[in-house]
């Protein structure tokens, strides 16, 4: 797949006069493509880089509107930032080749927060990396002022859903451990890569889990090719989630590495504790979990039972979940030099899987009732106010900053799309 192919594809639709600019600038000379490589040769027309494989594919509108039964109501996933996510299914009668398969079939909401910009890093980054714990995207469509993203479809949805819907199972700790090493080793992917990249975006949202309650990380609009040479931060508008993003990329706009690190931390507690990041619904001074739980870690004569999530019935091992809550408090260090690596975040959490002193292992633990096809039932679109609750929440935890516009107009398409690029998509 030629990026070429991709924006060949956007740009013929609007305005087929528009001449290709030549390559300014020397391409990067490692396998990954990078955002910048693409603000200085998007529209060259001799570009040859490729998105790493042939494997993602370009669908229609007219397509995805059948896969979905027209994006019903019924086929409804839920809605973030970006736009409405859809259940579909495709076939090799769409595309020769295409393996049949359940799909997550995002749609960029024109009136959303989020724009073209997201939906581009979206199909640069994921376009590009493969890994057992990133989630896989399939394809894309970009058609006129329509961007949408087709997505491997996660049966068990965000591990927000697991761990805060009011009806779902109580993840046992087992498997809140195996979440956290698989999302852990994504990351550490991310990170160690030839050319790092910073998620930015780590939080219980994004991470999707499968049939087995392996995670996978989704939702790359936010990612960030990690620093070069000698630089030890990528400067950059401050954008993420409250209670997620690390205190010093707030102040600074300085994004590193370990910026995602704590962002991995906040997540960690999430899990030992079943609180929320920032519930506005809790007690003033419980509102914010960081601040809640580090007096709690750090001093030892108070109980780690005022921590762990209630919903565990005190199933879990009482070393490993000491282990795993200084853990936690690591990667929150407010000093990024005092953040641990991924690698050792790992190393740490691995032996605490399988450890069994206190615990009975295997029950799920149900509060009301349910299985995963009716949890998400529960959250269909009109099927109560917790679909526009859940929309104001997500539009109030995102940290604002400038919306980057969505292309609206056929004519202005490749004109707004070309001074983007050109200013390096900042
Ligand atoms: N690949 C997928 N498979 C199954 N469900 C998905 C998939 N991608 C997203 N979803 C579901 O769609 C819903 C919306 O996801 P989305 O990532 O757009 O928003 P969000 O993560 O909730 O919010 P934000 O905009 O802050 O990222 C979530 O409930 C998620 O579980
Ligand atoms: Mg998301």
Redesign the pocket.
């Given at each position: 797949m030629k990026l070429q192919y991709i924006f060949s594809r956007c740009f013929k639709i609007e305005n087929p006069n528009l001449k290709p600019k030549k390559v300014v600038r020397k391409l990067s000379s490692s396998p990954r493509f990078s955002l910048l490589d693409l603000s200085s040769s998007t529209l060259s027309e001799d570009l040859s880089i490729s998105l790493a494989g042939s494997y993602l594919h370009v669908f229609t509108l007219q397509e995805l509107k059948m896969i979905t039964q027209n994006f019903s109501s019924s086929n409804f996933?839920?809605?973030?930032?970006?736009?409405?996510?859809h259940?579909g299914f495709i076939d090799d009668k769409i595309r020769p080749g295409l393996k049949a398969q359940p799909?997550?079939v995002?749609l960029l909401d024109l009136d959303g927060?989020?724009g073209h910009r997201e939906w581009l890093t979206e199909v640069v980054f994921l376009g590009q990396l493969r890994h057992p714990h990133l989630?896989k995207l399939i394809g894309y469509c970009c058609e006129e002022e329509h961007r949408l993203l087709v997505?491997?479809?996660?049966?068990?949805?965000?591990l927000?859903?697991q761990l805060y819907r009011r009806y779902s199972i109580s993840l046992p700790w087992s498997t809140r451990m195996k979440i956290a090493i698989g999302a852990a080793k994504g990351l550490d992917f991310l990170h160690e890569a030839e050319n790092p990249v910073i998620y930015r975006?780590f939080?219980a949202?994004?991470i999707?889990l499968d049939s087995n309650y392996s995670p996978?990380l989704?939702?790359f609009?936010l990612a960030k090719d990690g620093p070069e040479g000698d630089d030890t931060h990528v400067s950059t508008r401050i954008m993420g989630?409250h209670g997620y993003a690390a205190p010093e990329y707030i102040m600074t706009g300085h994004l590193t590495t370990a910026s995602d690190v704590y962002s991995f931390g906040v997540v960690l507690l999430e899990l030992l504790t079943g609180r929320k990041s920032v519930d506005k619904n809790r007690p003033h001074r419980e509102q914010n979990l960081v601040e809640w739980a580090k007096p709690i870690i750090k001093n030892p004569r108070k109980l780690l039972s005022r921590l762990m999530d209630p919903r565990l019935e005190g199933q879990y091992p009482e070393m490993g979940a000491q282990k795993a809550a200084a853990l936690a408090y690591q990667c929150l260090s407010h000093s990024p030099k005092l953040r641990p690596k991924m690698s050792d975040v790992i190393k740490v959490l691995e032996p605490l899987k399988d450890l069994e002193d206190s615990i009975q292992i295997g029950t799920f633990l149900f509060s009301v009732l349910g299985d995963g096809d009716l949890e998400?039932d529960s959250?269909k679109k009109g099927s109560g106010n917790g679909y526009h609750k859940?929309r104001r929440e997500?539009q109030e935890?995102?940290i604002k900053s400038p919306k980057s516009r969505v292309i609206y107009s056929k004519n202005s398409l490749n004109e707004n799309l070309r001074k983007r690029l050109d200013n390096g998509l900042k």
């Open positions: 996933l839920g809605e973030g930032g970006f736009g409405p996510v259940k799909v997550a995002k927060s989020q989630v997505y491997e479809y996660m049966p068990r949805g965000s927000e859903n975006d939080k949202s994004n999707l996978k989704s939702d609009g989630t998400r959250e859940r997500i935890s995102r």
